[in-house]
Nanobody, 123 residues
Framework: QVQLVESGGGLVQAGGSLRLSCAAS????????MGWYRQAPGNQRELVAA???????DYAGSVKGRFTISRDNAKNSVRLQMNSLKPEDTAVYYC?????????????????WGQGTQVTVSS
């Protein structure tokens, strides 16, 4: 069984910073892309940032220059450093990972999600 556990959300004033962390655990063989998505009330879930196994990042235009994604392959973890936060960044943030896990019938590749962490930016 594979799990993604997030931490680090909270309430911050506009212009402030927060750091989100996500750690994967369980019967993990390997992890491909990892990323962060967010969903604000009434909106669809959208990609915020992603990072390949080799460490190549990609960002949504709305966060480029303000957010930084990083990962630690040895710890099966990914982080999102969010600076210069704006009220429009308010959302539930979800960790996502493309994971190959051990299974009795052979390794299995699946998409996993964290439980979500609330980020609220006040104006």
């Amino acid at each position: 069984q594979v799990q993604l556990v997030e931490s680090g959300g909270g309430l911050v004033q506009a212009g402030g910073s927060l750091r989100l962390s996500c750690a994967a655990s369980g019967s993990i063989f390997s992890i491909n892309n990892m990323g962060w998505y967010r969903q604000a009330p009434g909106n669809q879930r959208e990609l915020v940032a992603a990072i390949t196994k080799g460490g190549w990042p990609d960002y949504a235009g709305s966060v480029k220059g303000r957010f930084t994604i990083s990962r630690d392959n040895a710890k099966n973890s990914v982080r999102l450093q969010m600076n210069s936060l704006k009220p429009e960044d308010t959302a539930v943030y979800y960790c996502n990972a493309d994971i190959v896990s051990y299974a009795s019938t052979g390794n299995r590749r699946s998409d996993y999600w964290g439980q979500g962490t609330q980020v609220t930016v006040s104006s």
